[in-house]
C-alpha cells in the first residue's frame, strides 16, 4: 500500500521537573496506565520513533504534556522553567531533527516575558510555534494585556496551539460531576471557549495574521459556525466585528483531528473550515497511534484533500 504522508501535531513529551503539574489529572489514571504513559512522554528514541514508523509518520511537533507552567503561580519560576523545558526540547531535537520539530512552552504569567521566550524559541532555538495549555491562573488571552505578546507572535509568523485544562472555576452546572468537568466534555467547553474570547474580543481583528490551532475537531466549534453568525446578527451586544465570526475559522482558527477518530465528524469539520483548515495529530501518547492513523487512511475524501490534511497543510502552515 502507497502510504499516505503524514505529520503529526499535538504529540506530548514530559521534561525533567514538569511531572507535578500533571498530576492534576494523572492522579485519576489506574496505575499500570500511567506507567505506560510515563515511559512513553520520558522518550524520545526508540519507543516513540518505533511507533511513528509503524504509523507512516515521517514528523511530530512535540510539546510539553499540560497544563505545564500554565498552572504555575510563580511568575519567576514560571518564566524560568519555561526556558529549561525549551531548551531540553531543543537539545532532544537536535539529536532527530529529520524527525522532530519544537512547539515552545511559554510563561504567559507575564505576555512581555511569554513574547521575549517566544522570539528566543523561534529565533534560536528553531522552534514552529508555541503550545500553551489554555488560561493560565484563570486570566484569558483576549485581555489587552496580551496585546503585545500577539504582537510578536504576528511579527515571528508562529501558530499557538491552543490545547485544553481543566476549569479555573468549574461551572455550576458540572459541579459534582466529574466526568463532564473534564477531558470527555469539560476541557472542549473551555478551549473552545477561550478561543472564542479571542474571535468576539476582537484579538484577531487587531492582529489579523495570528494562527490559533484547536485539536479535538476544533473543540466542536466548527459545527456551531453558522450559528455564530445567525445568533451574533441578532445578539451583537454592542460588539463589532470586522467579519462576520464564521470568516475568522479556516483563516485565524484552524483545527486537528487529535482525539477525534470520526469520519462523518472529519468530513463536517473539512465542510466548514475548508481542506486547508484541518490537520491531522494523534495526541501521542494519551491516544492510539494506530487507531489515528486506521481512521485517516480510511476516511472517505479524495487524495488530494488527504494529502492536505495529512502532510501539506502542516507542511505549509509551520514552514517545514
Ligand atoms: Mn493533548
Redesign the pocket.
Known sequence: MNRVRKIAL?E?FMAPGFESYSEVFLKNIPANVRQELSSKLNDFDDLRLADMDQAGVEMVLLSQS?PGVQAEPDTAQAIRKARENNDFLAERIARNPSRYAGFATLPMQDPKAAAIELERAVKQLGFKGSMVNGHTLGVYYDDPAYDPFWEKMQELDVPMYL??VNFHDVPHNMKGHPVLAGAVWGWGVETGTHALRLLFGGVFDRFPNLKLIL?HMGEGLPFMRWRFDSRFAVYSQGINLQRQPSAYFGSNILITT?GVCSSPTLLGAIGEMGPEGVMFSI?YP?ESTQLAVDFIEQAPMDERTRALICYDNAKRIFKL
Request: hydrophobic fraction near 0%.
Open positions: 499535538e506530548h499540560g490545547h485544553p485539536g487529535s495526541d494519551y
